[in-house]
């Protein structure tokens, strides 16, 4: 009774509400296994350098622009590209977008499932007398895997349906606090364990000599997934600021605490990593390299929690894949939230009917891919690696040469009329009109000739 809605469309309540939002939506399985395995991947610090450059020259100018956007037309990415664009060719970004969403959404409940499969098989040792080894190969190989699948997306569907401030705002405002103090808590006891100095060292004395095309192209795909970019959930929930929130400052904050996650991440996996290594544990491949994000993930780390023992070693286990669990949730709603926001606004559907509606088609490709893992590389390489940056580019493109710049900065300025940052804002218009085009571009371009090489 207290608020009053000037539409029947959802705003967040408060301007931290929106920053852990977003900040949720970053912050997932992508800083907690993605990114330390690319480090320990691509030889350490090195990559960690043109990380940071891909998300502050990049990610930060796109995030931006997407969140002006979506303020700006208050609709979702379909609705926002066709009230931007009368001839109708915009909407082509934003319907590429709501398939990305599906997309990555199905596979990414796939692995979040996981991590309930691990609080469950720990508490409950429900596996029987596989031991944590075989668990894994257990867990993917059969219907469990959907099961679980299915579980994780009837939580997020939960959340989803209780719309923006009762549900999205209020699910992160509780979950993100948890994630950061179990994640810094972990951090700091894996420091305390034999073998992790050589982790830390590892993972942060850089080897320039590394620095290479292919180390660009995953630290700029690293960056479009982690900020959550490319695919229009900015847009989103940017259609739910309101417009005395500072789009800039916020978006400078999401981008910093993304970051600080991923730091602090690879601050628990890498050492983790080689304190498992001291203790006989394999983490590297007959071929010299590091073994698949997923088996160190979830074979090396539980074993080497199963190593300390007793109830402290399965608290600490049921900690992290709690931990993996919360970032995962936060981000899965960011993704279900677009496909949602598309059906309510453009076919008129009650948010109840569009997210059962959604969650459905979602979990008819989630369990075919938790039947064939397999799966997920393809739609990592299709909706993730090309997606993204495809959206991205288009967003750029449409912004400068469609939409304008100009109006896009009279939209930022909009809660903050002549804000002295106009200068500022020029530079953010030339990052989006010329850098990152370019870069994405190139980064696009020779994606596909890889792929196909
Ligand atoms: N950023 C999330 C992660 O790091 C994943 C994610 C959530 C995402 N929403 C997104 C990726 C939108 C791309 C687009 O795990």
Redesign the pocket.
Known sequence: MATIQTSGRGTWNSKLGFILAAAG???????IW?YPTQVADNGGAAFILVYLICCFLIGLPVMIAELTIGRHTRKNPVGAFKKLDKSGFGAIIGYWGVL??VM?LSF?LVVSGWTLAYVFEEIFKFAGNTGLAGFFGDLTNGPKNAIFTIVFMLFTVGIINGGVSNGIERATKILMPFLLLILILMAAYVMTLEGSAEGVRRYLLPDFSLISLDLTLSALGQA????????G?LITYGSYLKKNQNIVESAVLVTVF?IFIALIAGLLIIPAMYVALNQGIQIFGDDGSLLSSATLVFTVLPELFQNIGGYFGLFISVSFFLLLGL??LT??I??LE?PVAYVIDEHNVSRKKASLLVGAVVLFFGIIISFDIGLIDVFVAIF?EIG?PLGGLMTCLFLTWIWKTGNAIAEIENGFPGAANSRRLKVWAFFISYICPVLIGIVFVTTILNMIR
């Open positions: 939506s970053a912050v997932g399985l992508g800083n993605g990305c969403g990555i990414y479009f997934f982690s900020l959550s970019l490319g695919m959930a993304d970032a995962a981000s899965a960011s993704l677009v993730n993204l």
